[in-house]
């Protein structure tokens, strides 16, 4: 690894993905204040200390300009997302201080600090290339050179002879020859001997040789190959036989010539193909060609619509129009509104479809224009008014302040562009003070085991009054609290939270909301558990266990409260309407 001082730098774009990419670059000019390539770079974030937990060591393989390639996770650091603005440095590592604590070990001797040397002896000489250490080896070390004269101690045996001896030669001898290639002995072999004599022995007698030759000779031919083997090979007929030797001639056969010569014997029997050159037929012709390449025929066929294939069909029936006859050697039939298939018993098949009729039921209707059948179905209706809990027990409540309450709707096709919340002052007609609600509505869709936000409104207003100036009386009593909200709702299934918080001041200033109760106890779960707040009476159906100030974005039911709460079951009463008709 390299090294430089003052090392440092700042992330100026991070790695991509942040806790793996294996490239950043440096602000300008940093790069240049790095080592060069291999170095180990540790990076942390700006304007703290670099710990185990907080930095990473990588190892930078390659610098462009201020780009560097980076191994990730060196010596046992975690990787961690390299942010813009992290700081890089290349400063002392536990890697460093092990590697210059190396040391070299000889025998009982060991080096563990200042300068190792390499010195040459006994034929090994040592240098450097580039950072590497070389080593060679002059093949005899200078010691077994001046030491030559014990080879006056080896001792040679051949056969029943030993000697000892100083030096060893190797002489040529019976077609072996010694010699040397570099440090290596050779040796090579003639094959035979000068001083081998073989023999040979046939029908007529026998030689002896030393050189052996082939002759060429009645149709026997020797060579050799590039493998040193011998090769013959024969003519097939020998030059002495006679061209006719004991071969008979028959020629009594009719159109067959035979000849025979020294090249053998040749058959011709083009006689037996016969003579005729032309065929005529019913509307074809044709003529024959004889040569070497055997026999061909050239053919050609009346045309179509000739005299001799003049056929003829003709069209009868009631529902027949146009020209009703048609000639020629292919007559193309088609259909309308019918449907036409052929067999191989030269028998067309003609299909049409029954008689039928259509007619429509309930509300459906049929129509016609031509060929064309038109359907159609009722549009669906839409409404503009809607109240989800008409079939409910309606009674003046809180549902308590900052709750988030949750409750299922079936919705059916409906347009609106307000919301109507109910409200009760319970104040008495001498009351004065202050009031300020606030309402906020969440509209849900189910998403497996969460609910997602389609959209959200709210309303906040202060409302002062006092009884002596008669200003209670308009807003006492029930009252609809207005909530502007313009949706159209396709029919389907639903999940609306409200929160609300209010605040009073004064004498008697009090409001309440107006719910709408299923049940006067709780819900528990199933029967002989333990209650779970994670079951709901209807699935959606409860009130979000977090403190709310707004809607969220995405409610899990399991942080829906559903049992063992009995504000569960009392929902607070709302109406979506559209009064911009």
Same mark, same amino acid.
């Given at each position: 690894?390299?090294?430089?001082?003052?090392?440092?730098?700042?992330?100026?774009?991070?790695?991509?993905?942040?806790?793996?990419?294996?490239?950043?670059?440096?602000?300008?000019?940093?790069?240049?204040?790095?080592?060069?390539?291999?170095?180990?770079?540790?990076?942390?974030?700006?304007?703290?200390?670099?710990?185990?937990?907080?930095?990473? #060591?990588?190892?930078?393989?390659?610098?462009?300009?201020?780009?560097?390639?980076?191994?990730?996770?060196?010596?046992?650091?975690?990787?961690?997302?390299?942010?813009?603005?992290?700081?890089?440095?290349?400063?002392?590592?536990?890697?460093?201080?092990?590697?210059?604590?190396?040391?070299?070990?000889?025998?009982?001797?060991?080096?563990?600090?200042?300068?190792?040397?390499?010195? $040459?002896?006994?034929?090994?000489?040592?240098?450097? !290339?580039?950072?590497?250490?070389?080593?060679? @080896? !002059?093949?005899?070390?200078?010691?077994?050179?001046?030491?030559?004269?014990?080879?006056? !101690?080896?001792?040679?045996?051949?056969?029943?002879?030993?000697?000892?001896?100083?030096?060893?030669?190797?002489?040529?001898?019976?077609?072996?020859?010694?010699?040397?290639?570099?440090?290596?002995?050779?040796?090579?072999?003639?094959?035979?001997?000068?001083?081998?004599?073989?023999?040979?022995?046939?029908?007529?007698?026998?030689?002896?040789?030393?050189?052996?030759?082939?002759?060429?000779?009645?149709?026997?031919?020797?060579?050799?190959?590039?493998?040193?083997?011998?090769?013959?090979? @024969?003519?097939?007929?020998?030059?002495?036989?006679?061209?006719?030797?004991?071969?008979?001639?028959?020629?009594?056969?009719?159109?067959?010539?035979?000849?025979?010569?020294?090249?053998?014997?040749?058959?011709?029997?083009?006689?037996?193909?016969?003579?005729?050159?032309?065929?005529?037929?019913?509307?074809?012709?044709?003529?024959?060609?004889? $040569?070497?390449?055997?026999?061909?025929?050239?053919?050609?066929?009346?045309?179509?619509?000739?005299?001799?294939?003049?056929?003829?069909?003709?069209?009868?029936?009631? $529902?027949?129009?146009?020209?009703?006859?048609?000639?020629?050697?292919?007559?193309?039939?088609?259909?309308?509104?019918?449907?036409?298939?052929?067999?191989?018993?030269?028998?067309?098949?003609?299909?049409?479809?029954?008689?039928?009729?259509?007619? &429509?039921?309930?509300?459906?209707?049929?129509?016609?224009?031509?060929?064309?059948?038109? #359907?159609?179905?009722?549009?669906?209706?839409?409404?503009?008014?809607?109240?989800?809990?008409?079939?409910?027990?309606?009674?003046?409540?809180?549902?308590?302040?900052?709750?988030?309450?949750?409750?299922?709707?079936?919705?059916?096709?409906?347009?609106?562009?307000?919301?109507?919340?109910?409200?009760?002052?319970?104040?008495?007609?001498?009351?004065?003070?202050?009031?300020?609600?606030?309402?906020?509505?969440?509209?849900?869709?189910?998403?497996?085991?969460?609910?997602?936000?389609?959209?959200?409104?709210?309303?906040?207003?202060?409302?002062? @009054?006092?009884?002596?100036?008669?200003?209670?009386?308009?807003?006492?009593?029930?009252?609809? #609290?207005?909530?502007?909200?313009?949706?159209?709702?396709?029919?389907?299934?639903?999940?609306?939270?409200?929160?609300?918080?209010?605040?009073?001041?004064? &004498?008697?200033?009090?409001?309440?909301?107006?719910?709408?109760?299923?049940?006067?106890?709780?819900?528990?779960?199933?029967?002989?558990?333990?209650?779970?707040?994670?079951?709901?009476?209807?699935?959606?159906?409860?009130?979000?266990?977090?403190?709310?100030?707004?809607?969220?974005?995405?409610?899990?039911?399991?942080?829906?409260?559903?049992?063992?709460?009995?504000?569960?079951?009392?929902?607070?009463?709302?109406?979506?309407?559209?009064?911009?008709?």
């Amino acid at each position: 690894m390299n090294h430089k001082n003052f090392a440092y730098g700042t992330v100026l774009t991070a790695p991509s993905p942040a806790a793996s990419g294996t490239s950043l670059t440096l602000n300008a000019g940093q790069g240049a204040l790095m080592p060069a390539v291999p170095f180990q770079l540790v990076v942390w974030p700006i304007n703290v200390q670099p710990l185990n937990s907080n930095a990473e #060591i990588v190892t930078v393989t390659a610098r462009a300009t201020d780009v560097l390639t980076i191994t990730r996770a060196q010596e046992s650091t975690a990787a961690r997302a390299i942010v813009v603005g992290d700081q890089c440095s290349g400063a002392i590592t536990s890697q460093m201080l092990t590697q210059v604590e190396m040391h070299l070990a000889d025998g009982a001797a060991t080096i563990s600090t200042g300068t190792v040397r390499f010195s $040459n002896l006994n034929g090994v000489s040592f240098g450097f !290339n580039g950072q590497t250490l070389t080593a060679s @080896h !002059n093949a005899l070390t200078t010691a077994m050179l001046s030491n030559a004269a014990t080879l006056s !101690n080896l001792r040679v045996s051949a056969g029943t002879t030993s000697n000892l001896l100083s030096a060893l030669t190797f002489a040529d001898g019976n077609g072996v020859s010694f010699g040397l290639n570099a440090s290596i002995v050779t040796a090579s072999h003639n094959g035979l001997t000068s001083q081998s004599n073989q023999n040979v022995t046939a029908a007529n007698g026998g030689f002896a040789f030393q050189t052996l030759s082939f002759s060429n000779v009645n149709g026997v031919s020797f060579g050799t190959s590039a493998g040193s083997a011998l090769t013959a090979s @024969h003519n097939g007929l020998t030059t002495a036989r006679a061209s006719t030797d004991a071969l008979g001639l028959a020629t009594a056969a009719t159109n067959v010539t035979w000849t025979a010569n020294s090249a053998g014997v040749s058959l011709n029997a083009a006689g037996y193909a016969g003579t005729t050159t032309t065929f005529v037929g019913a509307n074809i012709s044709a003529s024959f060609t004889f $040569n070497s390449a055997g026999l061909n025929m050239s053919a050609s066929v009346a045309a179509p619509g000739a005299a001799a294939e003049n056929n003829a069909i003709h069209l009868l029936g009631a $529902n027949t129009s146009g020209n009703t006859t048609a000639t020629g050697s292919t007559i193309g039939w088609s259909g309308i509104n019918l449907t036409l298939s052929g067999t191989n018993g030269s028998v067309v098949n003609i299909s049409a479809p029954a008689t039928s009729s259509l007619s &429509a039921t309930g509300q459906v209707s049929l129509s016609t224009n031509g060929s064309t059948i038109s #359907i159609g179905v009722p549009a669906a209706l839409t409404l503009s008014y809607w109240n989800p809990q008409d079939a409910y027990l309606q009674v003046a409540g809180q549902q308590g302040q900052g709750s988030l309450h949750f409750q299922p709707a079936q919705a059916p096709n409906v347009q609106y562009d307000r919301l109507l919340m109910p409200i009760v002052n319970t104040n008495s007609s001498n009351s004065s003070g202050s009031h300020t609600l606030s309402f906020w509505v969440g509209l849900y869709t189910r998403n497996i085991s969460t609910l997602s936000l389609l959209g959200s409104t709210s309303m906040s207003t202060a409302v002062t @009054h006092s009884g002596t100036v008669g200003s209670y009386s308009l807003y006492s009593g029930i009252r609809f #609290i207005s909530i502007g909200s313009t949706r159209t709702l396709e029919e389907g299934q639903y999940f609306f939270g409200i929160l609300s918080r209010t605040t009073s001041g004064g &004498a008697n200033g009090t409001y309440s909301q107006l719910l709408a109760s299923q049940g006067n106890s709780s819900f528990f779960g199933h029967f002989g558990v333990a209650t779970n707040q994670s079951m709901q009476y209807t699935r959606g159906l409860g009130v979000y266990t977090a403190t709310t100030s707004g809607i969220p974005n995405s409610v899990a039911f399991s942080d829906i409260s559903g049992a063992g709460n009995s504000l569960v079951l009392r929902q607070p009463v709302f109406y979506v309407v559209s009064q911009t008709i």
